[in-house]
């Protein structure tokens, strides 16, 4: 069983930034996949960064050259740097852990872009 935690969210001007972090506890030996979600107000969540196979890395179309995704191993953490933010990036924001058997969603962390 994994427990993820999700921080770093709140509130900021358009332009600003944000990191967002995401621990998890418990094992994680068969993890391949960790990525963040993203739901806005009356949308579907849908995929912003991940990491597969710990190498390769894909963004949403929307967040390229904006948001960096990374994970540090020894803390078993990954994050999500945003940066030159959007009012259209509002949302809260989920990490996800994910293995050919397993599939893992923290609470979520509310980020709010005002214009």
């Known amino acids: 069983q994994v427990h993820l935690v999700e921080s770093g969210g709140g509130l900021v001007q358009a332009g600003g930034s944000l990191r967002l972090s995401c621990v998890a506890s418990?094992?994680?030996?068969?993890?391949?996949?960790m990525g963040w979600y993203r739901q806005a107000p009356g949308k579907q969540r849908g995929l912003v960064a991940r990491?597969?196979?710990?190498?390769?890395?894909n963004y949403a179309d929307s967040v390229k050259g904006r948001f960096t995704i990374s994970r540090d191993n020894a803390k078993n953490t990954v994050y999500l740097q945003m940066d030159s933010l959007k009012p259209e990036d509002t949302g809260v924001y989920y990490c996800?852990?994910?293995?050919?058997?397993?599939?893992?969603w923290g609470q979520g962390t509310q980020v709010t872009v005002s214009s």
């Open positions: 996800n852990f994910r293995g050919p058997e397993d599939d893992y």
């Open positions: 990491i597969i196979s710990g190498v390769r890395t």
């Open positions: 418990g094992s994680i030996f068969s993890i391949n996949h």
